[in-house]
């Protein structure tokens, strides 16, 4: 029982991390928000998405993350649902 009451503690701890996490506009977040809301995505991996974005401009849907160095299509599925790709009009 006290096993059981322990794992139920750290399911309601780890709860609120695990909502957390969500979509994210790769658009328009900073690398931080990237880092944080995409699973696999480091601080370094989210900056070159960032870079790449400034210099290439707008990504046009959630495959194009695999075309910044670092960002396999592995990864581009593991967060597929989380992807969001904004129109930006100029």
Partial sequence: MRLFSMAAAFALLAAPTLALAGPVDVNTADAETISAELKGIGLAKAQAIVDYR?????????????????????????????????????
């Fill in 54 to 90: 400034k210099k290439h401009g707008p990504f046009r849907n959630a495959d194009d993350l695999s075309l910044v160095k670092g960002i396999g299509e592995r990864t581009v599925e593991l967060n597929r649902s989380d992807i969001k790709v904004s129109t930006q009009k100029k």
